[in-house]
Every structure is written in structure tokens, then in C-alpha cells.
């Protein structure tokens, strides 16, 4: 069964443009959630879906945006963006979204440069 | 607000030797779950092992273990018989009730190996 898959693995853009990154979860999993990780604010939680419906959200500006498609694909949006938002964007899935804890299946991220 | 402190930014252990990973945790909650995850240089988030706030039996999986002092809000991870690639950056990780995926990290320990 094919892990977390995001793609790009590695992005560069200029502050101001927008950027979308995407991440397939596991076959059947259909809770799927974002992570931010800078080497100064460590990992953040950004957002957290299941079933096309945006369920949580962390402390990030309105710049920062998610969707969640029927196929449990999802894409994350970052328009405007700033130095600051050059980070290693995680994605992660799970079979479901509460009730014990299911193990958590992260990607290996995109990393994100912004000149 | 919960918060996750890992007061040790590197450690460093021989081959062969235990080695423990210290982990505070700050919440008002009475029943959680804390985690422990591993990253490898290939940046994937590896769950290590977890362990729910209500049990007072401290998990264990092959050579990691915790201590979980629920009143002092505790959860170190030993990992005994090191192996070289047990090197990796260690997160604790907190969740509450609500939210299957919304886990607050602490700001990680970086675990080197020596042979």
C-alpha cells in the first residue's frame, strides 16, 4: 500500500506569489491534516480535514488555506507569501477523525523556499 | 492552551547503551494521549510510541518505553540497546480529546549515536 505522497518535494518562490501544494494519504484514509516546520517555531498545526469539511484549524493568518477533495486528496494554498513562510510543509492521514487515537501517517513534505 | 517542552536540544549515546528523552506537558485536560515520533533525515515523521493519559501502565514497543507521571505532566522515552539508526530528531507530541489530528509537538531532541 503506497504511503503519504506530496508533491512537490522541494519548491522555490518569490515573496508575493502564491503557491499550492498537494498530498495524496493512504489508500481508504480519509482524515488528512498540515503541519508547518520552521527551525524556530518547530511543528505547528495548520489545518485538519475529513470528509471534504475542514474540522480544526491552528493559529495561522487567513493567507493560509486547505481543501479537501471527494477522493480525500488534499491541497493546501499559501497566497501572498512572505520569507517567513519558507518552512517543511507535513502532511499526514489517518482512517478516521476522533475516538482513539489512530496511528498518524505523515509524508515526507515539501519544502518551501521563498527568496 | 496545551504546551509540549523538551528541554534537551541534543543528546548523544553510545552504541549499545539506554538513553532517556525528557518530555514536559502543560494542559488542563484529564484525559489525553502523548506520543513520541521519530524524524529521520528523510523528514518523515515515524511514530515511535504512544501512550493514553487514562492508563497508568506505561507503554512499551521492543526496545522504547515511557515513563508517564501523569501528576507531574511527564512522558520520557527510553530507548535502550541504541542502534545507529535510532539516530534521528525526537518529538513528543501532545492530543486532546477533540481532533484526531491536531497534535501540538515539543520543539524536538536531536539524538545522535555514537558507534
Known amino acids: 500500500k503506497a504511503g503519504v505522497t506530496q508533491t512537490p518535494r522541494y519548491l522555490i518562490k518569490t515573496r508575493g506569489q502564491q503557491v499550492t501544494l498537494s498530498c495524496s494519504p493512504i489508500?481508504?484514509?480519509?482524515?488528512v491534516s498540515w503541519y508547518q516546520q520552521t527551525p524556530g517555531q518547530g511543528l505547528q498545526f495548520l489545518f485538519e480535514?475529513?470528509?471534504?469539511?475542514?474540522?480544526n484549524k491552528g493559529n495561522f493568518p487567513g493567507r493560509f488555506s486547505g481543501r479537501q477533495f471527494s477522493n480525500s486528496r488534499s491541497e493546501m494554498n499559501v497566497s501572498t507569501l512572505e520569507l517567513g513562510d519558507s518552512a517543511l510543509y507535513l502532511c499526514?492521514?489517518?482512517?478516521?477523525?476522533?475516538?482513539?487515537?489512530?496511528?498518524?501517517?505523515f509524508g515526507s513534505g515539501t519544502q518551501l523556499s521563498v527568496l | 492552551a496545551q504546551t509540549v517542552t523538551q528541554s534537551q536540544p541534543e543528546m548523544s549515546v553510545q552504541e549499545a547503551e539506554t538513553v532517556t528523552l525528557s518530555c514536559t506537558y502543560d494542559?488542563?485536560?484529564?484525559?489525553?494521549?502523548l506520543f513520541w515520533y521519530k524524524q529521520p533525515p528523510s523528514r518523515q515523521m515515524i511514530l515511535v510510541i504512544r501512550?493514553?493519559?487514562?492508563?497508568?501502565q506505561n507503554a512499551t514497543e521492543n526496545r522504547f518505553s515511557v515513563n508517564f507521571q501523569k501528576a507531574a505532566k511527564s512522558f520520557s522515552l527510553k530507548i535502550s540497546d541504541s542502534q545507529l539508526g535510532d539516530a534521528a530528531m525526537y518529538f513528543c507530541?501532545?492530543?486532546?480529546?477533540?481532533?484526531?489530528?491536531?497534535?501540538?509537538f515539543g520543539q524536538g531532541t536531536r539524538l545522535t549515536i555514537n558507534p
Open positions: 501512550q493514553e493519559a487514562y492508563k497508568q
Open positions: 507530541a501532545y492530543r486532546g480529546i477533540q481532533g484526531a489530528q491536531k497534535l501540538v
Open positions: 494542559t488542563s485536560e484529564s484525559d489525553y494521549y
Open positions: 499526514a492521514s489517518s482512517l478516521v477523525f476522533q475516538g482513539a487515537p489512530e496511528k498518524l501517517f
Open positions: 480535514y475529513f470528509s471534504e469539511t475542514q474540522r
Open positions: 489508500s481508504g484514509h480519509r482524515s
